[in-house]
C-alpha cells in the first residue's frame, strides 16, 4: 500500500514539490508556486492532493488566503521514503 502511495507523488514532480515544500510548515498555493511551476497548476494539484487526503486546507473558509498542511499520511510516506533512501 505504502509503494502505490509513494508512486502517486513521486509520478509526478509538481505533487513531490508540493509535499516537500510542506514538509516545512503550512503554506499557501502562492508560497508554492515558483518559475517552474505556476499557481494555477500548484492549486489544481493541491485540490488532487486534497481529495487523496495527503494535503489539509487550515482554513477552508477563506476564500483568498488557503493556507495548507500536510496530513498524518502524507508525513508517513516522507518517513517512509527517507527510510528506504538512506
Known sequence: M???ELN???KSEIRFHI???????????KELSS?????SHIS???????????VICVNPEDRKNKKYSLTKKSE????YLHKITK
Open 76 to 79: 508517513e510516506i516522507l518517513n
Open 35 to 39: 518559475k517552474k511551476f505556476y499557481l
Open 44 to 54: 489544481t494539484n493541491l485540490k488532487e492532493l486534497e481529495n487523496k487526503n495527503y
Open 2 to 4: 505504502m509503494n502505490k
Open 8 to 10: 502517486y507523488i513521486l
Open 19 to 29: 509535499i516537500l515544500q510542506l514538509k516545512n510548515g503550512i503554506k499557501t498555493p
